[in-house]
C-alpha cells in the first residue's frame, strides 16, 4: 500500500514536470516561430564591402573554397589592358604565365575584336583569392568579384569565412535570390 | 613601354579621383563591331525548399519509427539498420549540417537579435527531438543523430566507467550548453558548430586538429563508449532533462522483470539503474540533514557561479571579433602600422573609426557582463540540483533503464530471457 502511494507521488512529479516542459517548449517555439523566416537563407559576400583579402581561400571548409570569382560582362570594360588579369609590372600583354596575376591560371583572355579582350573565369581552377577582383575593382570597372557559389557551398550553420572575414562582408540572405550581383555600377541604397 | 607607363599614369589619376567617377563607369562597354553578345552568366541557384521539408519529413518519421522500434518492436536490429541510414543521410549525405545540435544556438541568437531570421525548419529541428524525447524518451541519439550513430557503431569493447567520474564528467554538457548560449546570444560564435568533433569525418575534410580530435573520439569511443553524448554534447543536456520525465520509455524487459541479473551489463554506456542495496536504503535515512543542507546551498552556488562567471566577463568577451580589435588597437597602437595585420589593416581602411569600434565593443562587454552572470548562475544551480541528487535514493526492486541517460539503443533487449 505505501509503496504504491511511492508510485502514485512520483508518477504526479513526473506528470507534471512534463506538463511543464512541454509549456516550456510551446513558449519557446511560439516565440521563435513568430520570427521566423519562411524560407530557407544562405551565406554571400556583399560585393561591395569585400576588401579581397584573400581569406576566402585559405578559410572555406572545402578545398578548394566554395568562393569564386563571377564575372559580370555587361560591367566589362573589355579592355586590352586588364587589372584583373595582368600582373602589375608585367613584360608584355600577353597570356604568358608570368603575366598573369591569377595563381592558377583560371582567367581565360580571348580576342575578339581590335582593341577588345573578353574574360571568362575557368570555375573548376578558381580559388576564390580575390587578387583578380582587387585588380579589377583597383584599374578597371570592377566587374570582376568573389561570390559563394550554391552548388558548392555545403551551408554550414557558421560559415568559417565569415567568421574571419576582416570586412565583414558575408551574411545570410535570402534564399530564393541568393547571389549579390554588381549589376550596375552604382552600390544600391 | 613609353605607352604603357602612359596607360598606368592614366590609370592611377582616375583612382585616385574616384568621387568624379562614382556614377559611372571608367571603361564603358564597347560598341562591338563584330556582334559579339556577352555569354550569359547563369548562376546555380540555393536548392530548392523542398529539401528542407524532406529533412524534416525524414527526421519526424526517423523519430516515430525508432520510438516503435524501442518500445513496441524491441528489435536492436532494426535499431541499428535506421540508425545506419540516418549517419549515411544526415552525415556523409548531407553532410552534417544544419543538426538539431547546433540549432540550439540558432534559436537563441533569434531571441537576443531581432534581426536574425531563424529559418522555421531550424525551429523544427530544434523542437522535434524535444518533443519525442518527452513523449518517448532519446530516441533521436538512438537513430537519428549522425553524431551519436558514428560514435554507436565503434564501440567494441566498452569499458565500465566509476561512477562517481561518469556523474562529474557529466555535468559538463550544462556548462557547455550555458556557454554556447552566452555566445550565440551575444552574437560572438557558435561554439558547438566550431568545435564538432565529427563533422570533418563526415565532409571528408577539415582543418587539421578537428580532424585529429575527431579520430581521438572515436578511438577513445572504442572502449568508452560514445563520449561525445554522453560527456559533452550540449544538446544532449536538454535531452536528458527532457527524457527523464518521459510519458513512455524503453523498457529492458518486455513483461515483469524476474531479477535475473542477466542484462546488469549488457549496456555500454552504464545507463541500466540497478535494484536498490537495501543496506544504502538504511543508510540514507540519515541523510536528511546532508539533503537539507546541500538545498540551501543551492541559492549560495548560483549566486557564487553568476559572481563568478560575471567577473570573468572580460576574458569571455574577448571571443568577439570587434571587442578582440578593440583590446589590441587600444592596448597597442603601434599595432596600427603592421601591415601584415589584415585585420587591423581592413579596419584602418574601413570607414570606422577608432572610437566607434571601442564604443561597440564596450557595449558588447557589457551584455557579456549580464549575459555571463545567468550562464554562471545556470551552472550554480546545476552543480547544486547535482550535489544534493547525491542524497536522493529512489528505491527499485528491478533492473530499470535510467532514462536521463538511456539513448534507447536496444543493445539490453537481447538479453532479457523473459518471454511477452
Keep these: 500500500m505505501e509503496r504504491k502511494k511511492t508510485k502514485n507521488r512520483r508518477e504526479f512529479i513526473r506528470s507534471s514536470m512534463r506538463f511543464g516542459m512541454v509549456l516550456a517548449l510551446g513558449g519557446v517555439g511560439g516565440l521563435a516561430f513568430r520570427n521566423a523566416a519562411a524560407g530557407k537563407s544562405v551565406w554571400q559576400i556583399d560585393p561591395f564591402k569585400c576588401t579581397w583579402c584573400g581569406r576566402c581561400a585559405t578559410h572555406c571548409v572545402l578545398n578548394p573554397s566554395a568562393v569564386k570569382c563571377v564575372h559580370a560582362y555587361e560591367m566589362c570594360g573589355y579592355c586590352d589592358l586588364c587589372g584583373g588579369y595582368l600582373k602589375v609590372g608585367h613584360s608584355d600583354r600577353s597570356t604568358a604565365a608570368e603575366n598573369q596575376l591569377c595563381p592558377t591560371a583560371a582567367i581565360n583572355r580571348k580576342f575578339i575584336e581590335e582593341p577588345y579582350y573578353e574574360y571568362v573565369i575557368n570555375e573548376d581552377l578558381c580559388i576564390g583569392c580575390g587578387k583578380c577582383a582587387e585588380g579589377c575593382t583597383a584599374f578597371g570597372n570592377g566587374s570582376m568579384f568573389l561570390q559563394i557559389k550554391h552548388d558548392i557551398c555545403v551551408d554550414c550553420n557558421e560559415c568559417s569565412i565569415a567568421r574571419v572575414c576582416p570586412s565583414d562582408a558575408i551574411k545570410r540572405i535570402n534564399g530564393p535570390d541568393p547571389y549579390l550581383m554588381k549589376g550596375d555600377f552604382s552600390e544600391p541604397a | ?420
Design chain 2, 1 to 420: 613601354m613609353r605607352l604603357k607607363t602612359t596607360i598606368l599614369a592614366f590609370l592611377l589619376l582616375i583612382t585616385s579621383g574616384p568621387v568624379l567617377w562614382a556614377q559611372q563607369q571608367r571603361f564603358p562597354m564597347p560598341e562591338f563591331e563584330s556582334g559579339y553578345q556577352y555569354p550569359d552568366a547563369k548562376l546555380p541557384g540555393s536548392g530548392s525548399l523542398a529539401m528542407e521539408y524532406f529533412d524534416v519529413g525524414i527526421l519526424v518519421l526517423l523519430l516515430a519509427v525508432t520510438s516503435w522500434l524501442a518500445i513496441k518492436k524491441r528489435s536492436r536490429k532494426w535499431i541499428l539498420l535506421l540508425m545506419t541510414g540516418a549517419l549515411l543521410y544526415f552525415g556523409f549525405w548531407r553532410q552534417g549540417c544544419i543538426c538539431p545540435i547546433g540549432a540550439v544556438q540558432n534559436v537563441a541568437l533569434g531571441f537576443s537579435d531581432p534581426t536574425y531570421a531563424v529559418s522555421w525548419f531550424i525551429i523544427a529541428l530544434f523542437l522535434l527531438p524535444l518533443l519525442f524525447s518527452l513523449a518517448f524518451g532519446r530516441v533521436f541519439c538512438g537513430t537519428a543523430c549522425p553524431l551519436g550513430a558514428i560514435q554507436d557503431i565503434v564501440v567494441v569493447r566498452p569499458v565500465r566507467v566509476p561512477v562517481w567520474v561518469r556523474k562529474s564528467l557529466g555535468m559538463f554538457p550544462f556548462v557547455y550548453l550555458a556557454l554556447a548560449v552566452l555566445f550565440a546570444t551575444t552574437g560572438t560564435d557558435f561554439i558547438i558548430c566550431r568545435y564538432d568533433p565529427f563533422i570533418g569525418i563526415f565532409r571528408m575534410g577539415a582543418e587539421f586538429h578537428l580532424i585529429v580530435i575527431g579520430i581521438g573520439f572515436l578511438l577513445v569511443g572504442m572502449f568508452v563508449a560514445r563520449p561525445y553524448c554522453r560527456f559533452f554534447c550540449p544538446y544532449g543536456a536538454l535531452l536528458k532533462t527532457t527524457s527523464i520525465f518521459s510519458k513512455n520509455h524503453l523498457s529492458i524487459t518486455p513483461s515483469q522483470c524476474i531479477d535475473c541479473k542477466l542484462c546488469k551489463d549488457s549496456c555500454p554506456f552504464d545507463a541500466i539503474d540497478h535494484p536498490t542495496d537495501p543496506k544504502v536504503i538504511g543508510k540514507m535515512k540519515d541523510k536528511t540533514k546532508h539533503f537539507l543542507l546541500y538545498a540551501a546551498l543551492i541559492p549560495l552556488l548560483i549566486v557564487v557561479g553568476g559572481w563568478a562567471m560575471s567577473s570573468a566577463h572580460i576574458f569571455l568577451a574577448r571571443a568577439n571579433p570587434d571587442v578582440y580589435l578593440a583590446h589590441l588597437l587600444v592596448r597597442d597602437p603601434s599595432v596600427m602600422e603592421d601591415l601584415d595585420n589584415l585585420d587591423v589593416q581592413t579596419f584602418l581602411g574601413s570607414d570606422r573609426t577608432v572610437d566607434e569600434l571601442v564604443n561597440d565593443a564596450t557595449a558588447i562587454q557589457a551584455t557579456f557582463r549580464s549575459g555571463a552572470w545567468f550562464t554562471g548562475a545556470f551552472i550554480g544551480l546545476v552543480a547544486g540540483l547535482f550535489l544534493v541528487s547525491q542524497f536522493v535514493i529512489r528505491r527499485r526492486d528491478d533492473y530499470q533503464p535510467n532514462r536521463g541517460d538511456c539513448f534507447s539503443c536496444g543493445r539490453c533487449f537481447k538479453y532479457c530471457p523473459v518471454q511477452k
